[in-house]
């Protein structure tokens, strides 16, 4: 990482990994990854079509989080949800994805160096298969191709 | 830091590792061809071509197309390259969740500046 460009790469069968640097120190950008009021700035840019209803974090090792979301074109709103397994003040995040049969387990380590940090996000899925499902299905997020399908019935309707 | 070759892209490197394999994807780039034809094209046997365009087959570099008794090769839809444009698409999204998580941490560092 030599600059603040996102990477990602499939690194092995069941897992995606990205980087990015961010110019602030651990403790800052963790701040933002697990305080409620700043993650709904950041977690759904204006691209994705999506904003949030709620947005519950107890961030603690055991604790639970809930994001609710809506889409112009939803009727319901959709909801992601999981446990945290692992939070490692100023350090590490570890998460379950459970809205979704076989979702990955995703880890998000935060390292400083120099008073910047590199930031790690690894997607783990429980099995090559489910990896390559979620490849196949064409969706990044799960949110695309459920609201792809609503902004495509949408336009339908009106056509 | 450790460099793992995908191994999703092993059967389209396996499947090009072969001159004849690269041949015949390069003779179907110039239009499709009937496994019998690209048998004489390669001086090979039928059944030699066969187990070729089965490992391009396995590594959707080549699909094939049976109407009536022959049997028509062409250049097929890698899923090495589904699998780049997930990979680039999944990028994306974190990279535009990311510009304005810099927002956000520009904030909270003016802030913290601030209180000193």
Known sequence: ?159 | MVHYVNPGHDASFAALSDATRRGVIEHLFSGDASISELADRFHMTLTGMKKHIGVLEQAGLVATEKIGRVRTCKLGVSRLEDEMQWIERYRQMWAARFEELDKVVADLKAKERGDD
């Open chain 1, 1 to 159: 990482m030599t600059d603040n460009q996102t990477t990602s790469e499939r690194v092995s069968d069941t897992e995606m990994r990205v980087t990015r640097r961010f110019d602030a120190p651990a403790r800052i950008v963790f701040r933002a990854w697990t305080t409620p009021d700043l993650m709904v700035k950041w977690w759904t840019p204006k691209s994705f079509g999506i904003t949030f209803i709620s947005c519950e974090m107890d961030v603690r090792t055991g604790g639970n989080y809930r994001f609710v979301f809506g889409h112009p074109a939803a009727d319901q709103p959709m909801a992601f949800f999981g446990r945290y397994i692992e939070v490692v003040e100023n350090a590490k995040i570890v998460w379950t994805n459970e809205e979704a049969e076989n979702g990955s387990v995703t880890t998000a380590t935060f390292t400083e160096r120099a008073g910047k940090t590199e930031l790690v996000i690894s997607d783990v899925y429980p099995s090559k298969a489910a990896l390559d499902e979620a490849i196949a299905s064409g969706s990044v997020a799960g949110y695309d191709e459920q609201f792809v399908q609503l902004d495509d019935l949408a336009a339908s309707l009106t056509a």
